[in-house]
């Protein structure tokens, strides 16, 4: 037989509860926030054409050849390697 005065406490006031519940709780809210801002911020597909030229209306900058991309580090470069004009 039970004791009177023994009571027994409800789920929701036993603090190791909370804390195996809370864990996994705010990794599916999370994901959840994290997927909602997925979806809202979705990244726009560029299309090309088979010859790899932007269609008109994508609104992106043509490619650069690989040349152009490394101008300014091969200008610093060979300014870092000639001594300073006096």
């Not at 190791?16 to 979705?42: D, F, N």
């Not at 030229?53 to 870092?80: C, F, I, T, W, Y």
Request: aromatic share 4%; proline share 12%.
């Amino acid at each position: 037989m039970q004791d009177d005065k023994q009571k027994t406490t409800p789920w929701y006031r036993v603090p190791m509860v909370w804390l195996v519940v809370g864990g996994p709780l705010s990794v599916v809210v999370a994901s959840i926030a994290t997927a909602v801002i997925a979806w809202k911020h979705i990244d726009p597909v560029i299309a090309t054409t088979p010859q790899g030229e932007v269609r008109p209306g994508d609104n992106m900058a043509p490619k650069l050849s690989p040349k152009d991309a490394m101008a300014p580090a091969l200008q610093g470069r060979n300014h870092a390697a000639t001594p300073a004009e006096q």
